[in-house]
């Protein structure tokens, strides 16, 4: 514990060291990174021994503002998340500090370093706090330092927007988070997460509200459909390592939030489950679809960051039925596929987030129709890219595959032994599962064949060059983790027991029970096949190499079925090879909005294609509403005062009809 | 011989899945007139040893002469005379409506036990049949842009309503009888395409053409 | 002694895979009146290409020259999982069926990645096709299996294959006998078989999985033709087994299992030859309907 208060301590010196010493970037951008590598790695430390140990104590620590209290602790949950965030921070740290040479010289770069470590330090203390104020403090300092990161570039104006939308989005979710602190308070008589624990048996208000109100403050974080739309706008603006430390750490400290007011509810029944799971059912369909439509390559990579939040609610949500039903070999299966996916994603995504960003890097654009034969010309961080693709496609043997499999084994078994409609809600998931995994197939072959195979579709691309290693070796230790993860799921999924039984309520003991032909399939059959598959891969591809070499390998032009001149221009684009599931298969509302100007005649003068991509929950939900609300704003604008006295009437006023309330009540 | 029943439903059901996913009106006609015999069938599979064999007689016959083989050849011929095309072209695509209609049939198959029933089931399968039929029927009607298609949904609905009353056939045959003329109803619907579309295209009613109903 | 006969099985299946296609082109030949090449043509067309150099294209990198040997160590991997004849497969486990549709994936991603690599806009077309189709049969598959799965409540391939299928057959036979069709339809779709793709067409317009190997030739182009056998003989195992229901084992259960693969071939060949390919925007009605067709397999055993 004193070791995670060390890491806190340690990054909040490394926000302030830079700010310092803002006369010498480099020395600032130094020592902004090394305090976040270390403190990382402290951090990093203190959750792994509290994950083995099952758990470390609680601190607290005088605090003299109301109702607070600066109670920090690590059971096995916030270690496990902890675990996340600070295994990503270390490569995503190391990341930015080459990424962000190149601007040494911006007046911006001390501040934002600074606020890389603050981000970090609140988000620790997001999963460390033990009580509902420090708590809101630290999910607002986090919300604040990431608006910050997020808008590092703002000359320019997609960026300020993206911005303004992801401060809109964070604060009314805090709203829900505020109502709900002070109504769990109301029951609880403290702000502490023990005393919330305590009383979950009765809460004063039902506890179908509080759930909603989880729901949707953590959920906006989270990114659950339709709540996701800060992501796609967020994501793309924002520095890639920061990308990588949004969506693989902070949307699940949305999840965190959810799962943690679980245990503050009294038992959820089996609908609060079906809900959570039918929103992430939905939502990852959707989300995944969206990805096909993105140009952007990073947006396309935030659409799946919001399909795997969805898959992560899909499996919790399926453990909640499950409990409530009393299957608790389901419930087991389905929350250790939930916990899971948190690690393998905040790998992944950490992977492909920084892959995209050191593409987009060489190739000066992040548009995937200007990007192209990249592999050939930076082998490693492509091909490391590859393998993130690889894994966010959930192939086997990389980690989220193991994950993937476990929630597949929850709703195969509830579908096989479930009677009457809970079985058919778990063909109907497994089967949207199986679909998002299937389009997910589609949306990682366009970004891997578009961006890294093929021939330079633009000047950006033919001129691409490798970037140093402070660029892919981070890249490198994350594709290791998405192996090792794949490798031995087993050995993660028993440091992870402690916190899937804490998320799923059961005992440890009866958890270890359903998981035990889990584990022995895992570590037994499952992993000799897939030492079959890396061995027989190998012998292969060395035979055919060992073939070509001694019976001779021409080398000629790509076959263009007779066409004896074919450019890179007439190569498939990725809009082209989504085009078929978009207009054939997706909805219309999902797919970008085109106009085409086809080749007329014999001679054709001009032609063109273009496409608009477009959120249906943005377009359809969000602007209207907030137009509708903006309208109605404007006439409130009458009474604003110009000037100050009146301003302070208002003021006085409503003190005084506070204090009369007050009174009126006791 | 409970075995035949089982597959007559269920393959009533898979007709009604290819009738929602088929795009070709000539296919689409021909499943109506395999659920016709099938229907027949069902009718004779399902009378009990104390039914009136009379009843039950005049009941398959009825089926299968008016759905199996009438209706689709008067379809048929409204088809060539009114020169229609042969797609389907449908409002709701195949797609969004075989998905629709196979959360009909699962929800029919599911909760069809909890429906309260004037007579005990003959056969576990028939109310849950005759209820997918009967929603196939309604998304055939509702999404389907072209008249003659519609009329195919009438007569697919129809055919769900047929099987219900097939619960019924002990006690009112007469009435069950009866719905088989409700066919009628839609042999008159074609003479209005046929109609509607000489009218159209001629701007007169060529009544020499009409009575080519007669055979 | 059970590890012995599933080896043994293995083995069997992996020599006999290339006869697979052989059988098939000749029922086709003998339905439309020519004599055909012989059932072995494919192991000379294997030999011959091993032996053969190669020629590739200059756009290509690594990904191309591994796509042939991943996608035949994925398919030769999801070949531990299938149990032939009336053996136990080689390493059953609960939920191995997951493994196995993703383990075709993984041979499907690294197929569609070597396509993508040589820049070719008609290997890109194959390769759009191809992924647009597959997330279709996916549910499909997972639906189709989970129908046997619960008739005969085993969640292993070898169990849902096993002991249990006689007696699922005796009581849930519309069911199964609908699962079986629902698979019948993915093994073609995910076979690239009529009338989903065709084999045959020399039209790299209307190809999918033939035109995303264009550029692949000598031995690599051998593996994956091979991989493509034996991906049918997993797909026709399966279906088999399902179909004929026994669970028969020692060389009576062998011999069966080798009289329904020639049956699941004459049946493929039959098929091809009475029907042809659909158009490409109907292919989805048809993967539509094999999910919704399973769900309805599955919605009859609930009762």
Redo the contacts between chains.
Sequence with gaps: MALHLAAVAVLLAGAALPLALSRWPSVALATGTGAGLLGSALGLASAVSALVQGGAGTISLPWSAPLAELTVGLDPLSAFFEVALFGLALPAVAFGGTYLRPHLGRRGLPTFLCFQNVLLAAMALVFSARQAVLFLVAWEVMAVASFLLVTFEHEREEVRSAGFVYLAASHLGTAFLFALFILLARGAGSFGFDAYAAARAAPAVPAALLFALALVGFGSKAGLVPLHVWLPEAHPAAPSHVSALLSGVMTKAGLYGIFRTLSWLPPAPAWHGLLLAGIGAAGAVAAITLALGARDIKRALAYSSVENVGIIALAAGTGVAASARGATAVAALAWAGALLHVWNHAAMKGLGFLGAGAVAHAAHGRDLEGMGGLLSRLPRTAGLLLVGLAALSALPPLGSFASEWLLYGALLRSGVDATGGTALLAWLALAALAFAGGVAAIAFTRIGGLALLGEPRGPGATAAREPSAGLWAPMAVLAAACVLLGSFPAAALRLASGAIAQASGLSPSLLSAELSPVLSALSGPMRWVLAMLVVGGIVLALHSRRRRALQGSAISGTWACGYARPTARMQYTARSFAQLFLEALAPRALSPRGRITPPRGLFPPSASARFEERDPARTHLFDPLFRIVAVRAARLRRYQADRLNLQLLYTVATLLALILALALRS | MTAWTDLAFILLVVSDFFLLASSRLKAVIRATGAQGVLLSALALLLARSEAHPVHVILLSVGALGVKAFLIPLLLTWAMREASIRREVDPIVGFLPSLVLGGLGVALAFAYAGGMPLPVPEQHPLLVPAALSTVWTGLLLVVSRRKAVAQVIGFLVLENGVFVFGLLLSDFMPAMVEAGVLLDLLAAVFVMGIVIFHINREFSSLDTGKLSALRD | MTVATAVLHLALALVLAPLLPGLVNRVKALAAGRTGPPLVQLYSDLARL??????????????F??G???G???T??AA??VPFGGATAL?????????F???L??A??AT??A????????E??G???E??F??????A???GL?TV??AT?A?SLSGMLGPALPEAWARF??ALL?AALALFVVALAENARIPVDDPTTHL?LTMIHEVMV??HS???LA?ILYGAALKLLLFGSLVARVVVGTARTGLAGTALFLLSLVGFAIVVGVVESVMARLR???V??LL??A???S??G???L??
Excluded: C
């Design positions: 091993l032996r053969k150099g190669s020629v590739t294209s200059r756009t290509t990198t690594w990904v020259r591994a042939p040997a991943v035949l160590a994925a030769l991997a531990t999982l390493f059953p486990f609960g939920g191995d069926l997951v493994l549709a993703y383990l994936a993984l499907r991603f569609v990645l396509a993508l690599d040589t820049g070719s806009a008609f890109g077309m390769a759009a096709r992924v647009t597959s997330s279709l049969a996916e549910p598959l997972f639906l989970l799965a619960r409540r969640l036979t519309p609908i790299e264009l550029d000598g031995p690599d593996l490409l925007s109907r989805p009605q539509v309907g999910s919704v067709l769900a309805f599955l919605v009859l609930l009762r």
